[in-house]
């Protein structure tokens, strides 16, 4: 089985912290995803990794970074943390689409809940 | 402007009944269509998915069904069980290989026994 591990699966952050999001996929899947869920919002990108060293900005990428150093690990960062960055944050990986014959179906870890006072 | 919606935030249903989660979209160029289930605290989990060339996909209890022409896909679970309580997200992935899926706002449903 796939399986993204979140690194902590709730935090809590004070307003102007710098916050690391760890995530790690055990199946060398190519593309890594981070996602914040939000009540009536659905699920919203905010950055994407097709390699490593790569990267693609989501629909919501403003105050937030991420690294990808490894195949298997996506990290998320808030250089400084704010109150409207309270959410639930969900890393996902796929195996590419292209040349694989693969559905590109995304597998998600159990998320992260930070709060930021 | 949002390509892919789920325009009930809420469904309730009686378990053993018939339960029909809908998705809409805008835009004709998606591929490939998948259904994901989240319970409260957790991750999304893969549900059932269809190509664009396919009409119907089923899996047990459940069967989506693909309207290309109304631009409309149905999640159908049946009969409805108390554990299937959770929120549904539709989403789709835009032709020619895109990596990034496009997500609905989902759906909340609850079977009550």
């Known amino acids: 089985d796939v399986k993204v591990t979140q690194s902590s699966r709730y935090l809590v952050k004070r307003t102007g912290e710098k916050v690391f999001l760890e995530c790690v996929q055990d199946?060398?899947?190519?593309?890594m995803f981070w996602y914040r869920q939000d009540p009536g919002l659905g699920l919203r990108l905010i950055y994407f990794?097709?390699?490593?060293?790569?990267?693609e900005k989501g629909d919501i990428p403003e105050g937030y970074s991420v690294s990808r150093e490894k195949k298997e690990r996506f990290s998320l960062i808030l250089e400084s943390a704010s109150t409207n960055q309270t959410s639930m944050y969900l890393c996902?990986?796929?195996?590419?689409?292209?040349?694989?014959?693969?559905?590109?179906?995304?597998?998600f870890g159990e998320g992260s809940r930070l709060t930021v006072l | 402007d949002q390509q892919v919606k789920q325009n009930s935030p809420s469904l309730s249903v009686q378990e053993g009944r018939i339960s029909i989660l809908n998705c809409d979209y805008t835009n004709s160029m998606f591929d490939y269509f998948l259904w994901y289930k989240k319970y409260p605290a957790e991750g999304p989990t893969f549900l059932i998915s269809i190509s664009s060339i396919k009409d119907k996909n089923e899996d047990g209890r459940f069967t989506v069904f693909l309207n290309k022409s109304a631009k409309h896909l149905s999640l159908h679970i049946v009969p409805s069980q108390p554990g299937d309580s959770a929120v549904y997200f539709c989403a789709a992935f835009p032709w020619g290989g895109s990596e990034k899926l496009v997500f609905g706002k989902g759906t909340k449903l609850t079977v009550n026994p």
């Open positions: 199946m060398d899947h190519e593309n």
């Open positions: 996902a990986s796929s195996l590419s689409r292209v040349g694989t014959g693969g559905t590109g179906e995304l597998f």
């Open positions: 990794s097709y390699d490593v060293k790569m990267k």
